[in-house]
């Protein structure tokens, strides 16, 4: 995933830069060595370490075991397509450019974001599982 760049104003940075300080200040006694305290002062949206950031494929999977779990079906295929679509169309709603979704899911033009993120009928039930209502064949 892409971590978007954020405006923020010059008193709301100085306040996190203030706050980072004070966490590395606090943690210099558990500090060991200079790469210790880099990996300290550093915090990682999204990723479960520096160099390990979470993908759509590891988030596919836990899909796939929550649409096993509910439709008690052995095989769900595709999955990590049905979470490509989710997360266009929650994009689109959310009135989400075009240009940056092409650019965040590295798409070659904007006619396939326009593909991507119509809801498709036969993909309902996965969309209405993903909203937290239950679905019809859930029931």
Do not use: W
């Amino acid at each position: 995933m892409k971590i978007r760049p954020v405006l923020v104003s010059l008193l709301d940075f100085d306040k996190i830069q203030d706050a980072h300080r004070e966490y590395a200040q606090a943690n210099i006694k558990n500090r060991i060595s200079l790469h210790n305290y880099n990996y300290l002062k550093r915090t990682y949206l999204f990723q479960k370490t520096k160099y390990k950031s979470l993908s759509t494929n590891n988030m596919s999977f836990f899909l796939r075991q929550i649409i096993q779990k509910v439709t008690r079906k052995k095989h769900i295929g595709k999955c990590s397509h049905i979470f490509r679509h989710y997360r266009i169309f929650l994009m689109k709603n959310s009135n989400v450019p075009s240009y940056d979704i092409k650019e965040e899911f590295h798409f070659s033009n904007i006619s396939m974001v326009d593909r991507y993120g119509k809801p498709l009928i036969d993909k309902k039930k996965d969309y209405e599982f993903m909203i937290n209502e239950k679905p019809s064949f859930a029931k």
